[in-house]
Protein backbone atom coordinates (compact mmCIF):
# COMPACT_ATOMS: atom_id res chain seq x y z
CA UNK A 1 0.00 0.00 0.00
CA UNK A 2 1.20 3.67 -0.60
CA UNK A 3 1.79 6.33 1.64
CA UNK A 4 -1.13 8.29 0.01
CA UNK A 5 -3.68 5.75 1.07
CA UNK A 6 -3.03 6.04 4.45
CA UNK A 7 -2.98 9.50 4.52
CA UNK A 8 0.04 9.58 7.00
CA UNK A 9 3.20 11.56 6.57
CA UNK A 10 6.36 9.85 7.32
CA UNK A 11 5.51 6.53 7.58
CA UNK A 12 7.01 4.55 5.00
CA UNK A 13 6.38 0.57 5.97
CA UNK A 14 4.16 -0.88 8.25
CA UNK A 15 4.09 -4.37 9.96
CA UNK A 16 3.28 -5.53 12.76
CA UNK A 17 5.82 -4.46 15.43
CA UNK A 18 6.05 -1.13 14.81
CA UNK A 19 6.48 1.86 12.25
CA UNK A 20 9.49 3.43 10.55
CA UNK A 21 9.61 6.93 10.81
CA UNK A 22 11.10 9.66 9.71
CA UNK A 23 13.26 12.64 10.81
CA UNK A 24 10.21 15.40 10.14
CA UNK A 25 8.12 13.04 12.54
CA UNK A 26 10.75 13.40 14.91
CA UNK A 27 11.31 17.08 14.73
CA UNK A 28 7.65 17.95 14.85
CA UNK A 29 7.49 15.34 18.05
CA UNK A 30 10.20 16.84 20.00
CA UNK A 31 8.49 20.60 19.18
CA UNK A 32 5.20 19.22 20.67
CA UNK A 33 6.60 17.61 23.70
CA UNK A 34 8.89 20.05 24.94
CA UNK A 35 6.43 23.16 24.32
CA UNK A 36 3.29 22.19 26.21
CA UNK A 37 1.38 24.91 26.91
CA UNK A 38 -1.07 24.04 29.43
CA UNK A 39 -4.33 25.55 30.40
CA UNK A 40 -4.68 25.03 34.12
CA UNK A 41 -8.42 24.11 34.27
CA UNK A 42 -8.47 24.28 38.45
CA UNK A 43 -11.36 24.15 40.63
CA UNK A 44 -10.34 23.54 43.61
CA UNK A 45 -7.11 22.82 46.30
CA UNK A 46 -5.23 20.85 43.36
CA UNK A 47 -5.33 24.38 41.66
CA UNK A 48 -3.26 25.79 44.75
CA UNK A 49 -0.61 22.87 44.07
CA UNK A 50 -0.35 23.21 40.43
CA UNK A 51 0.29 27.27 41.55
CA UNK A 52 3.65 25.65 43.32
CA UNK A 53 4.65 23.71 40.29
CA UNK A 54 4.39 27.00 37.87
CA UNK A 55 7.05 28.91 40.73
CA UNK A 56 10.26 28.70 41.02
CA UNK A 57 10.96 25.64 43.51
CA UNK A 58 9.51 23.21 41.01
CA UNK A 59 9.42 24.91 38.15
CA UNK A 60 7.34 23.15 35.43
CA UNK A 61 9.14 25.55 32.87
CA UNK A 62 12.16 23.15 32.66
CA UNK A 63 10.08 20.74 30.69
CA UNK A 64 9.04 23.82 28.42
CA UNK A 65 5.25 23.93 30.16
CA UNK A 66 5.90 27.72 31.25
CA UNK A 67 2.99 29.23 29.16
CA UNK A 68 0.15 28.55 30.78
CA UNK A 69 -2.67 30.13 28.93
CA UNK A 70 -6.07 30.18 29.98
CA UNK A 71 -7.74 30.30 26.56
CA UNK A 72 -8.55 27.07 24.96
CA UNK A 73 -7.64 28.60 21.68
CA UNK A 74 -4.36 29.44 23.09
CA UNK A 75 -3.11 25.76 24.26
CA UNK A 76 -2.65 22.47 23.91
CA UNK A 77 -2.43 20.63 27.09
CA UNK A 78 -5.69 20.88 29.56
CA UNK A 79 -4.66 20.25 33.08
CA UNK A 80 -7.64 19.67 34.83
CA UNK A 81 -7.05 20.01 38.58
CA UNK A 82 -9.73 19.96 40.95
CA UNK A 83 -13.47 19.10 41.61
CA UNK A 84 -15.55 18.68 38.61
CA UNK A 85 -19.48 18.45 39.17
CA UNK A 86 -22.45 17.72 37.14
CA UNK A 87 -22.73 21.56 36.52
CA UNK A 88 -19.46 22.13 35.36
CA UNK A 89 -19.27 19.22 32.97
CA UNK A 90 -20.39 20.53 29.35
CA UNK A 91 -18.16 23.40 30.09
CA UNK A 92 -15.28 21.21 30.63
CA UNK A 93 -16.53 19.53 27.22
CA UNK A 94 -16.82 22.77 25.70
CA UNK A 95 -13.33 24.01 26.68
CA UNK A 96 -11.95 21.16 25.53
CA UNK A 97 -13.90 20.95 22.08
CA UNK A 98 -12.27 24.53 21.55
CA UNK A 99 -8.73 23.33 22.39
CA UNK A 100 -6.81 22.71 18.46
CA UNK A 101 -5.61 19.62 17.77
CA UNK A 102 -3.44 18.03 19.02
CA UNK A 103 -4.28 18.18 22.50
CA UNK A 104 -3.48 16.80 25.86
CA UNK A 105 -5.45 15.78 28.82
CA UNK A 106 -3.68 15.50 32.17
CA UNK A 107 -6.41 14.66 34.92
CA UNK A 108 -4.71 16.13 38.40
CA UNK A 109 -5.80 15.12 41.98
CA UNK A 110 -8.38 12.59 43.09
CA UNK A 111 -11.31 14.37 41.98
CA UNK A 112 -10.67 14.68 38.57
CA UNK A 113 -9.66 10.84 38.47
CA UNK A 114 -12.90 8.89 40.07
CA UNK A 115 -14.43 11.48 42.10
CA UNK A 116 -11.98 11.72 44.54
CA UNK A 117 -14.11 11.29 48.90
CA UNK A 118 -17.02 12.63 46.72
CA UNK A 119 -19.39 9.86 46.11
CA UNK A 120 -23.03 12.12 45.96
CA UNK A 121 -25.43 13.81 43.81
CA UNK A 122 -23.08 16.18 42.44
CA UNK A 123 -19.55 15.00 41.94
CA UNK A 124 -18.28 13.23 38.36
CA UNK A 125 -17.05 10.70 39.40
CA UNK A 126 -13.67 10.83 37.15
CA UNK A 127 -13.54 13.07 33.99
CA UNK A 128 -12.65 10.37 31.84
CA UNK A 129 -16.57 10.10 31.75
CA UNK A 130 -16.68 13.23 29.37
CA UNK A 131 -13.03 13.72 27.77
CA UNK A 132 -10.26 11.50 26.97
CA UNK A 133 -7.30 11.54 29.25
CA UNK A 134 -3.78 11.08 28.67
CA UNK A 135 -1.92 11.10 32.40
CA UNK A 136 -3.93 10.62 35.34
CA UNK A 137 -2.11 11.90 38.63
CA UNK A 138 -3.62 10.02 41.75
CA UNK A 139 -3.03 12.06 44.67
CA UNK A 140 -5.02 14.45 47.32
CA UNK A 141 -3.47 16.84 46.23
CA UNK A 142 -0.87 15.20 44.58
CA UNK A 143 2.63 16.09 45.41
CA UNK A 144 4.99 18.62 42.73
CA UNK A 145 6.93 15.97 42.19
CA UNK A 146 3.82 13.63 41.23
CA UNK A 147 3.19 16.69 38.73
CA UNK A 148 5.84 17.01 37.20
CA UNK A 149 6.35 12.81 36.59
CA UNK A 150 3.12 13.51 34.73
CA UNK A 151 4.13 16.03 32.33
CA UNK A 152 7.14 13.73 31.45
CA UNK A 153 5.17 10.79 31.08
CA UNK A 154 3.28 12.52 28.77
CA UNK A 155 6.53 14.08 27.15
CA UNK A 156 7.12 10.19 26.69
CA UNK A 157 3.71 9.01 25.19
CA UNK A 158 4.13 11.91 22.85
CA UNK A 159 7.56 10.44 21.45
CA UNK A 160 5.85 7.31 20.56
CA UNK A 161 3.08 8.20 18.64
CA UNK A 162 2.53 8.99 15.18
CA UNK A 163 2.38 12.33 13.67
CA UNK A 164 -1.15 12.21 11.55
CA UNK A 165 -1.56 14.03 8.41
CA UNK A 166 -2.85 17.78 9.46
CA UNK A 167 -6.66 18.49 9.88
CA UNK A 168 -7.40 15.26 9.24
CA UNK A 169 -7.48 12.53 12.07
CA UNK A 170 -8.51 13.50 15.56
CA UNK A 171 -5.27 12.51 17.61
CA UNK A 172 -6.90 10.64 19.79
CA UNK A 173 -8.31 8.57 17.33
CA UNK A 174 -5.26 7.87 16.13
CA UNK A 175 -3.45 6.91 18.86
CA UNK A 176 -6.12 4.35 19.93
CA UNK A 177 -5.42 2.72 16.66
CA UNK A 178 -2.05 2.45 16.98
CA UNK A 179 -1.46 2.09 20.86
CA UNK A 180 0.15 -1.06 21.72
CA UNK A 181 -0.87 -1.92 25.19
CA UNK B 1 -26.34 16.74 79.28
CA UNK B 2 -24.70 20.02 79.73
CA UNK B 3 -21.38 20.12 80.97
CA UNK B 4 -21.26 24.01 82.12
CA UNK B 5 -23.88 26.44 83.50
CA UNK B 6 -25.47 28.67 80.89
CA UNK B 7 -27.31 31.47 82.62
CA UNK B 8 -28.07 33.39 79.46
CA UNK B 9 -29.59 30.56 77.95
CA UNK B 10 -31.75 29.79 81.14
CA UNK B 11 -33.15 33.37 80.73
CA UNK B 12 -34.12 33.28 77.30
CA UNK B 13 -35.76 30.01 77.41
CA UNK B 14 -37.62 31.31 80.49
CA UNK B 15 -39.16 34.39 78.45
CA UNK B 16 -39.55 32.39 75.61
CA UNK B 17 -41.74 29.69 77.36
CA UNK B 18 -43.51 33.02 79.26
CA UNK B 19 -44.33 34.67 76.14
CA UNK B 20 -45.35 31.80 73.65
CA UNK B 21 -46.22 29.37 76.27
CA UNK B 22 -47.63 26.34 74.35
CA UNK B 23 -46.37 27.38 71.04
CA UNK B 24 -42.52 25.97 72.06
CA UNK B 25 -43.14 22.73 71.97
CA UNK B 26 -39.67 21.31 73.12
CA UNK B 27 -36.46 23.15 74.83
CA UNK B 28 -33.30 20.84 73.74
CA UNK B 29 -30.17 22.24 76.39
CA UNK B 30 -27.75 19.22 75.21
CA UNK B 31 -24.20 19.82 75.07
CA UNK B 32 -24.10 23.40 75.97
CA UNK B 33 -26.59 24.39 73.50
CA UNK B 34 -29.86 26.11 73.46
CA UNK B 35 -32.72 25.01 70.76
CA UNK B 36 -36.14 25.52 70.73
CA UNK B 37 -38.81 24.01 68.98
CA UNK B 38 -41.31 25.61 67.87
CA UNK B 39 -45.16 24.91 66.07
CA UNK B 40 -45.01 25.79 62.24
CA UNK B 41 -47.76 28.98 62.74
CA UNK B 42 -46.18 30.69 65.44
CA UNK B 43 -42.21 30.20 63.89
CA UNK B 44 -42.39 33.87 62.31
CA UNK B 45 -43.54 35.74 65.48
CA UNK B 46 -40.48 33.81 67.78
CA UNK B 47 -38.03 34.98 65.32
CA UNK B 48 -38.67 38.38 65.22
CA UNK B 49 -38.95 38.61 68.72
CA UNK B 50 -35.78 36.91 68.62
CA UNK B 51 -34.36 39.65 66.38
CA UNK B 52 -36.07 42.98 67.45
CA UNK B 53 -35.78 42.60 71.31
CA UNK B 54 -33.16 40.55 71.97
CA UNK B 55 -30.66 41.59 69.81
CA UNK B 56 -29.92 37.86 67.61
CA UNK B 57 -28.67 40.28 64.75
CA UNK B 58 -27.09 37.69 63.18
CA UNK B 59 -28.88 34.37 61.28
CA UNK B 60 -25.92 32.04 60.40
CA UNK B 61 -27.54 29.16 58.62
CA UNK B 62 -31.04 27.97 57.32
CA UNK B 63 -30.80 24.22 57.33
CA UNK B 64 -33.42 21.50 56.52
CA UNK B 65 -33.55 18.02 58.34
CA UNK B 66 -35.20 14.60 56.98
CA UNK B 67 -36.52 13.03 60.29
CA UNK B 68 -37.45 9.69 58.43
CA UNK B 69 -34.85 7.39 59.57
CA UNK B 70 -34.57 8.69 63.19
CA UNK B 71 -36.41 6.49 65.96
CA UNK B 72 -38.73 9.39 67.15
CA UNK B 73 -40.07 12.77 65.38
CA UNK B 74 -43.08 15.27 65.06
CA UNK B 75 -43.14 15.21 61.56
CA UNK B 76 -41.01 14.30 58.74
CA UNK B 77 -38.91 17.65 57.94
CA UNK B 78 -37.77 20.51 60.42
CA UNK B 79 -36.43 24.02 59.18
CA UNK B 80 -33.25 25.11 62.04
CA UNK B 81 -32.59 28.43 62.09
CA UNK B 82 -29.40 29.02 63.81
CA UNK B 83 -28.80 32.64 65.41
CA UNK B 84 -26.22 34.19 66.68
CA UNK B 85 -26.33 37.47 68.94
CA UNK B 86 -23.10 39.74 68.43
CA UNK B 87 -24.42 41.95 71.51
CA UNK B 88 -24.69 39.36 73.96
CA UNK B 89 -22.63 36.46 72.27
CA UNK B 90 -25.43 34.14 72.17
CA UNK B 91 -26.54 31.34 70.23
CA UNK B 92 -29.76 29.74 69.74
CA UNK B 93 -31.52 27.17 67.26
CA UNK B 94 -35.09 27.22 66.26
CA UNK B 95 -36.36 24.15 64.96
CA UNK B 96 -39.87 23.99 62.96
CA UNK B 97 -41.57 20.65 62.32
CA UNK B 98 -42.83 20.77 59.26
CA UNK B 99 -45.33 18.10 57.50
CA UNK B 100 -44.62 16.38 54.01
CA UNK B 101 -48.19 17.37 53.57
CA UNK B 102 -47.61 21.33 54.01
CA UNK B 103 -44.44 22.38 52.79
CA UNK B 104 -45.47 25.98 53.46
CA UNK B 105 -42.89 27.93 55.83
CA UNK B 106 -43.44 31.39 56.14
CA UNK B 107 -39.88 33.37 55.26
CA UNK B 108 -37.57 35.17 57.33
CA UNK B 109 -35.92 37.29 55.01
CA UNK B 110 -37.74 40.07 56.39
CA UNK B 111 -35.97 40.02 59.00
CA UNK B 112 -32.16 38.95 58.04
CA UNK B 113 -31.15 39.67 54.34
CA UNK B 114 -29.38 36.43 54.77
CA UNK B 115 -32.49 34.10 54.81
CA UNK B 116 -32.40 34.97 51.37
CA UNK B 117 -29.76 32.17 49.84
CA UNK B 118 -29.84 30.11 53.36
CA UNK B 119 -34.11 29.51 52.25
CA UNK B 120 -33.10 28.90 48.48
CA UNK B 121 -30.86 26.36 49.49
CA UNK B 122 -33.20 24.52 51.88
CA UNK B 123 -35.96 24.79 49.46
CA UNK B 124 -33.56 23.30 46.83
CA UNK B 125 -32.74 20.55 49.05
CA UNK B 126 -36.01 19.76 50.97
CA UNK B 127 -38.28 21.01 48.91
CA UNK B 128 -39.88 23.49 51.52
CA UNK B 129 -41.92 26.35 50.05
CA UNK B 130 -40.85 29.56 52.29
CA UNK B 131 -43.97 31.93 51.43
CA UNK B 132 -43.00 35.20 50.78
CA UNK B 133 -39.38 34.50 49.42
CA UNK B 134 -38.33 36.85 46.82
CA UNK B 135 -36.99 34.55 44.76
CA UNK B 136 -37.06 31.17 45.55
CA UNK B 137 -35.00 28.94 43.08
CA UNK B 138 -32.35 27.02 43.07
CA UNK B 139 -28.74 27.72 44.03
CA UNK B 140 -26.38 24.99 43.33
CA UNK B 141 -27.53 22.35 41.88
CA UNK B 142 -27.54 22.24 37.51
CA UNK B 143 -30.75 23.73 35.88
CA UNK B 144 -31.65 20.03 34.63
CA UNK B 145 -31.64 18.52 38.17
CA UNK B 146 -35.04 17.04 39.22
CA UNK B 147 -35.82 16.27 42.52
CA UNK B 148 -34.42 17.28 46.27
CA UNK B 149 -31.08 15.58 46.84
CA UNK B 150 -30.57 16.01 50.91
CA UNK B 151 -33.99 13.62 51.34
CA UNK B 152 -33.48 10.80 52.61
CA UNK B 153 -35.52 9.02 49.52
CA UNK B 154 -33.26 10.50 47.07
CA UNK B 155 -30.43 7.91 46.26
CA UNK B 156 -27.06 8.43 47.78
CA UNK B 157 -25.22 8.46 45.39
CA UNK B 158 -27.69 9.95 42.68
CA UNK B 159 -25.87 12.17 40.19
CA UNK B 160 -27.77 13.70 37.23
CA UNK B 161 -26.09 14.78 33.96
CA UNK B 162 -26.07 18.00 32.94
CA UNK B 163 -25.98 18.28 28.64
CA UNK B 164 -26.27 21.87 28.76
CA UNK B 165 -24.12 25.06 30.22
CA UNK B 166 -26.22 27.85 31.32
CA UNK B 167 -24.71 31.49 31.97
CA UNK B 168 -26.18 33.81 34.10
CA UNK B 169 -27.17 36.44 31.70
CA UNK B 170 -30.95 36.55 33.25
CA UNK B 171 -29.02 36.91 36.60
CA UNK B 172 -27.94 39.65 35.75
CA UNK B 173 -30.49 41.34 34.18
CA UNK B 174 -32.99 40.50 37.16
CA UNK B 175 -33.89 43.93 39.06
CA UNK B 176 -32.60 44.41 42.24
Known amino acids: ?181 | MATKETPKHDALVAELKNRFGAKILDVDRSYDDCAVVVEKGAIHDVLAFLKNERRFNLLLDVAGVDCMKLPTFRERFEVVYMLYSIPDDLRVRVEVPVSELDMDVPTATDLWKSANWGEREAFEMFGFNFVGHPCLKRLLTHHEFVGHPLRKDYPLMGGQWCATTSDMTEELNEPR
Not at chain 1, 136 to 158: D, N, S, T
Request: hydrophobic share 40%; net charge positive; charged share 25%.
Open chain 1, 1 to 181: MGVRDSGFVGIETKNETGLITTRLDEIVRWGRKNSLWPLPFGTACCAIEFMGVVSSKFDISRFGAELVRFSPRQSDMILVAGTINYKLAPVLKKIYDQIAEPKYVISMGACACSGGFYDNYATVQGIDQIIPVDVFIPGCPPRPEAILHAVMKLQERIDKEPVPKRGVHRRHEVVEKFRDN
